[in-house]
């Protein structure tokens, strides 16, 4: 399956799964306090930060071998064997500290935890398999799959009266199913361990596991200390606009998992010219939607939250406003930062993580006492901020690397314009329910459209690539 096909395949999934997450917050956001709702996300952050130790960079690691060619069976069995001892390890420790974890979450569900970091990771680990085995687009209906069993058997347990346990007991499914499916999907068969092979895959791994550590830590750090410091019902809403942000990732984060195995296997060939021409046409795709994005969150943050989760999580209407300008320079990471590692230096992406993850930990506490729950936005915007211009700082050094500023500035051009239409159209009608909020908001899209086909340089490197990469007007 060429790279084209993978990132549609990939875009249309991830935009399925977004899409699916973003009505499933709608939903239980109206089904459940905000409060019980925060203890989900609570939850959902503790399995995503014990999956670092539970990884320790292994997954990664087994895609970037198996993408080079190496014994895949003997790879992958031994890559099999550092994962089961991981995860053990930090099963051991859940176990240990269940009392500190159920008084931090408000419930009893340690045990439930502990079945959700091991399927979860299990399902993966096979998945990144998958992908190292250049069957990246394959990947894509393993992963919607999990998101459709969470949101199908947690709509049927809420509505049954279960709560936020069921819920949980619902993400537990999720990744129970997907880790099936993958197993099932992945040709490499689990090969003899070798001492060789494990060297070769911790020689990756310890430094990409700090990478994952960065990502990790992005992702839900922000979360674990508002729950530190402020009600559940503040996280929920931070939570909620996290996920409103998520999906202007749609594009960069596609692109992303299809350029690892690509660039690895030029990186391989000694073709730098190719991966730098390669990665700046990317950086264009990727930030195509960022842009527009964050001019769109500004006009109607509060509207998108009041009207679609409720008046209570109106309070991160800022907070909205900001992350989606953080998503911005995170479109740019995704594609930079694969790249720093699929030319075989995790290391380089390792000193980035160190440094921007270090500015977040020690900005998160100090502006959420300052200003509150934004606070914490703006320290996340900023390390990504630091984390990207240290990729780029370091792939430059390796790669002939041209970032499109041009283009990107054309983007802002129509993504102004579109702002200005949609600030007079809101005037006129102003949003008074969801069927007005999507008309605007649909027609902001069409705008930035028409205005992004008027301005050559991204008609002729975006837009027309785009649809011919498919088919589209190409003749075919």
């Not at 198996?66 to 859940?94: D, N, P, R, Y």
């Not at 930030?287 to 109106?314: C, M, N, Q, W």
Request: glycine share 8%; hydrophobic share 55%; charged share 10%.
């Amino acid at each position: 399956m060429n790279r084209s096909w993978s990132s549609f395949f990939l875009s249309v999934s991830k935009g399925g799964r977004s899409l699916l997450m973003f009505v499933a917050i709608a939903y239980f956001s109206r089904r459940l306090p905000p409060a019980q709702f925060g203890v989900f996300f609570l939850f959902f952050a503790l399995e995503g930060l014990a999956s670092i130790p539970a990884d320790m960079g292994i997954s990664s690691a087994l895609e970037k071998r198996l993408s080079e060619g190496e014994a895949k069976a003997g790879m992958l069995g031994s890559a099999l064997v550092i994962k089961c001892s991981l995860i053990a390890v930090v099963t051991v420790c859940l176990l240990v500290s269940q009392g500190y974890v159920n008084a931090y979450l408000g419930m009893d569900v340690t045990i439930l935890l502990v079945f959700a970091v091991v399927l979860r990771e299990l399902s993966l680990f096979y998945i990144h398999a998958v992908r190292g085995n250049h069957r990246v687009g394959v990947t894509a209906p393993i992963e919607f799959a999990r998101r459709l069993t969470w949101v199908s058997i947690g709509v049927i347990l809420v509505a049954a009266g279960f709560g936020v346990r069921g819920l949980l007991w619902s993400l537990v499914a999720g990744s129970g199913v997907t880790f099936g499916i993958a197993y099932l999907t992945c040709t490499v068969s689990i090969g003899q361990p070798r001492l060789d092979h494990v060297r070769s895959l911790v020689a990756f791994s310890k430094y990409d596991v700090i990478s994952a550590l960065g990502g990790r830590v992005y992702q839900w750090m922000d979360t674990a200390i508002i729950g530190l410091f402020l009600a559940h019902q503040f996280v929920s809403a931070y939570e909620v606009a996290w996920q409103v942000t998520l999906l202007v990732l749609l594009i960069s984060k596609p692109i992303a998992l299809t350029l690892f195995p690509h660039i690895s296997r030029l990186q391989a060939d000694a073709s730098t010219d190719q991966i730098g021409a390669t990665i700046s046409n990317a950086l264009g795709f990727a930030t195509f939607a960022s842009v527009p994005a964050i001019v769109g969150a500004t006009i109607y943050a509060p509207a998108i939250l009041h009207y679609l989760f409720g008046s209570e999580y109106v309070i991160a209407a800022m907070v909205l406003v900001v992350l989606m300008v953080e998503k911005l320079f995170q479109s740019l990471n995704d594609v930079i930062s694969i790249a720093v590692r699929a030319i075989d230096r995790p290391d380089l992406a390792a000193k980035a993580t160190v440094a921007s993850v270090g500015v977040n930990l020690i900005l998160s506490p100090i502006l959420l006492l300052m200003v509150g729950f934004i606070g914490v936005a703006v320290a996340t915007t900023f390390s990504w901020l630091l984390n990207t211009l240290l990729h780029i700082h370091y792939l430059s050094q390796h790669v002939p690397l041209n970032i499109p500023y041009r283009l990107i500035g054309w983007y802002v051009v129509a993504s102004v314009g579109m702002g200005v239409v949609l600030v007079g159209v809101k005037t006129v009608v102003p949003i008074t329910g969801v069927v007005v909020l999507f008309f605007e908001v649909g027609l902001g899209g069409v705008i930035y459209a028409a205005f992004a086909v008027t301005i050559p340089a991204i008609r002729n490197r975006i837009i027309v690539p785009g649809l011919q990469a498919f088919g589209v007007g190409s003749g075919q």
